[in-house]
């Protein structure tokens, strides 16, 4: 039976696959196969996930999100959560029980174990990824030998390892549990306003007290929305649950994915335009602002399928690479080979610091996320996120690993961490149980296969 990621441009076919219920029979599952690739909710766009071994589903180990204690280095609260549970669904429990986390990834859909092998970042500065040293201070999990395993960083003696397994890219065994430093909730003032990219750019509109800033970029149409986060003491605007259904899943998901399929079907790139020409002149210049709880403020859906290629780059340079997405787009626009039919999602974020795999790492990053809806054509998608690529890699851009990427991020590594995370990973899964073609091309230094045509 052939196997898919959420966005379906990797596939496989299995040797096997296995559901278990406990973490004692995953640790069997693991010792008695040659090679195992766990999975979470298969939200990811790279290799990462692939195997020709057997295929663990996590989904029914058990789901817990509790108190465990302070933490003594930070001073802060930590929150065990289920490695396999959706990050919007942990967020939620931990909510209820009266938690909350700084900042998180934008989509409730990927599985917290597979936002910690990537790296998963939100947006504002101030913040780094849910990998993060003051982010994900302890993890529990099962190795390449089937052992048993945790590592906290109130142990001095662990930092080395959580150097690896922070950003482990599934390479290092299977993530059960993960302790992420809390604070109380709180609330999000929020609000959005249209204009042009320079005025999205501009600092002030991203200045420190914008705690958590993100742009929604038109190419095509030349129009950007500025979208604010602003921490608030205020308590969430009455009836959200039912306007964020309406907003988000009914007219940002249902209609926006059957307004693409047609525009694709009955008229290609000309129905795309006419589209988003469309829906953005019916956007006031300044929407009226409302108050959302933590969790939904910082997180979003998306219904319809897509596929995604992030790079980062220094902050210092993202006008220039905001420029060449914006020259390639209307070159193949205007061709006629591809329209870009998504926003490209700008953000910020702060060093990983000693996060070795991450794309932030050691440095504060601008995020530049450009997306293809699945409805376009299939021999043009691959080729126009392969030719963004090219673009961004000159301006010292690095790939996500969860998302669409061709070029091996080898040569933009420190050597030192690189050498630290293959040693750590060799230490941990010694037999190679947790390998697959995707982790090895990396490590040789050859090119990636996202399941997407290059050329």
Same mark, same amino acid.
């Given at each position: 039976?052939?196997?898919?990621?959420?966005?379906?441009?990797?596939?496989?076919? =299995?040797?096997?696959?296995?559901?278990?219920? *406990?973490?004692?029979?995953?640790?069997?599952?693991?010792?008695?196969?040659?090679?195992?690739?766990?999975? +979470?909710?298969?939200?990811?766009?790279?290799?990462?996930?692939?195997?020709?071994?057997?295929?663990?589903?996590?989904?029914?180990?058990?789901?817990?999100?509790?108190?465990?204690?302070?933490?003594?280095?930070?001073? #802060?609260?930590?929150?065990?959560?289920?490695?396999?549970?959706? #990050?919007?669904?942990?967020?939620?429990?931990?909510?209820?029980?009266?938690?909350?986390?700084?900042?998180?990834?934008?989509?409730?859909?990927?599985? #917290?174990?597979?936002?910690?092998?990537?790296?998963?970042?939100?947006?504002?500065?101030?913040?780094?990824?849910?990998?993060?040293?003051? #982010?994900?201070?302890?993890?529990?999990?099962?190795?390449?030998?089937?052992?048993?395993?945790?590592?906290?960083?109130?142990?001095?003696?662990?930092?080395?390892?959580?150097?690896?397994?922070?950003?482990?890219?599934?390479?290092?065994?299977?993530?059960?549990?993960?302790?992420?430093?809390?604070?109380?909730? @709180?609330?999000?003032?929020?609000?959005?306003?249209?204009?042009?990219?320079?005025?999205?750019?501009?600092?002030?509109?991203?200045?420190?007290?914008?705690?958590?800033?993100?742009?929604?970029? !038109?190419?095509?149409?030349?129009?950007?929305?500025?979208? /604010?986060?602003?921490? *608030?003491?205020?308590?969430?605007?009455?009836?959200?649950?039912?306007?964020?259904?309406?907003?988000?899943?009914?007219?940002?998901?249902?209609?926006?994915?059957?307004?693409?399929?047609?525009?694709?079907? !009955?008229?290609?790139?000309?129905?795309?335009?006419?589209?988003?020409?469309?829906?953005?002149?019916?956007?006031?210049?300044?929407?009226?602002? @409302?108050?959302?709880?933590?969790?939904?403020?910082?997180?979003?859906?998306?219904?319809?399928?897509?596929?995604?290629?992030? /790079?980062?780059?220094?902050?210092?340079?993202?006008?220039?690479?905001?420029?060449?997405?914006?020259?390639?787009? /209307?070159?193949?626009?205007?061709? +006629?080979? /591809?329209?870009?039919?998504?926003?490209?999602? %700008?953000?910020?974020?702060?060093?990983?610091?000693?996060?070795?795999?991450?794309?932030?790492?050691?440095?504060? %990053?601008?995020?530049?996320?450009?997306?293809?809806?699945? @409805?376009?054509?299939?021999?043009?998608?691959?080729?126009?996120?392969?030719?963004?690529?090219?673009?961004?890699?000159?301006?010292?851009?690095?790939?996500?690993?969860?998302?669409?990427?061709?070029?091996?991020?080898?040569?933009?590594?420190?050597?030192?961490?690189?050498?630290?995370?293959?040693?750590?990973?060799?230490? !941990?899964? =010694?037999?190679?149980?947790?390998?697959?073609?995707?982790?090895?091309?990396?490590?040789?230094?050859?090119?990636?296969?996202?399941?997407?045509?290059?050329?």
């Amino acid at each position: 039976m052939q196997w898919s990621n959420w966005g379906r441009n990797v596939r496989w076919e =299995p040797a096997g696959v296995v559901r278990p219920r *406990t973490v004692e029979e995953a640790s069997r599952v693991i010792a008695a196969h040659p090679r195992v690739k766990p999975v +979470g909710s298969l939200h990811s766009f790279s290799g990462l996930i692939r195997t020709d071994g057997v295929t663990l589903v996590t989904d029914r180990l058990p789901r817990d999100v509790t108190f465990a204690g302070e933490d003594w280095e930070l001073g #802060v609260p930590r929150i065990r959560v289920a490695g396999h549970m959706e #990050v919007g669904r942990a967020m939620r429990h931990m909510d209820l029980l009266g938690y909350a986390l700084d900042n998180s990834g934008s989509n409730i859909r990927p599985s #917290v174990l597979g936002s910690v092998a990537t790296a998963v970042h939100g947006t504002g500065i101030h913040w780094g990824s849910i990998s993060h040293p003051h #982010v994900l201070r302890a993890v529990e999990g099962i190795d390449g030998r089937g052992e048993i395993f945790r590592r906290d960083a109130d142990d001095p003696e662990h930092h080395a390892d959580l150097r690896a397994l922070r950003a482990n890219l599934g390479g290092l065994g299977l993530l059960t549990s993960v302790e992420l430093a809390a604070r109380r909730p @709180y609330t999000l003032r929020m609000d959005a306003r249209l204009g042009s990219l320079e005025e999205a750019l501009d600092p002030v509109e991203r200045a420190p007290a914008v705690r958590r800033y993100e742009i929604l970029w !038109f190419a095509l149409q030349d129009r950007a929305l500025r979208m /604010y986060r602003d921490e *608030t003491g205020e308590p969430a605007s009455a009836g959200r649950a039912i306007s964020s259904f309406v907003d988000e899943i009914l007219v940002g998901n249902v209609a926006l994915g059957a307004l693409l399929r047609g525009a694709w079907l !009955f008229g290609g790139g000309d129905r795309v335009h006419e589209i988003w020409n469309f829906i953005l002149g019916q956007l006031p210049e300044d929407d009226d602002d @409302y108050i959302d709880s933590w969790w939904e403020g910082l997180t979003g859906d998306r219904l319809f399928r897509a596929q995604s290629l992030e /790079y980062s780059v220094a902050p210092e340079r993202l006008g220039e690479a905001l420029e060449a997405v914006r020259r390639i787009a /209307y070159d193949w626009d205007v061709s +006629g080979r /591809y329209t870009l039919d998504l926003p490209v999602n %700008v953000r910020w974020s702060r060093s990983d610091e000693d996060t070795c795999m991450s794309a932030a790492h050691r440095r504060d %990053v601008a995020w530049v996320d450009v997306s293809v809806s699945d @409805y376009g054509p299939d021999e043009a998608r691959g080729p126009f996120l392969a030719a963004i690529e090219q673009a961004l890699l000159p301006l010292g851009g690095r790939s996500h690993p969860g998302k669409v990427h061709w070029q091996n991020p080898r040569a933009s590594w420190d050597p030192e961490c690189w050498s630290h995370f293959w040693t750590a990973r060799d230490r !941990f899964d =010694p037999d190679g149980r947790f390998l697959n073609e995707h982790l090895v091309a990396l490590r040789e230094g050859r090119d990636l296969d996202p399941g997407m045509p290059r050329a």
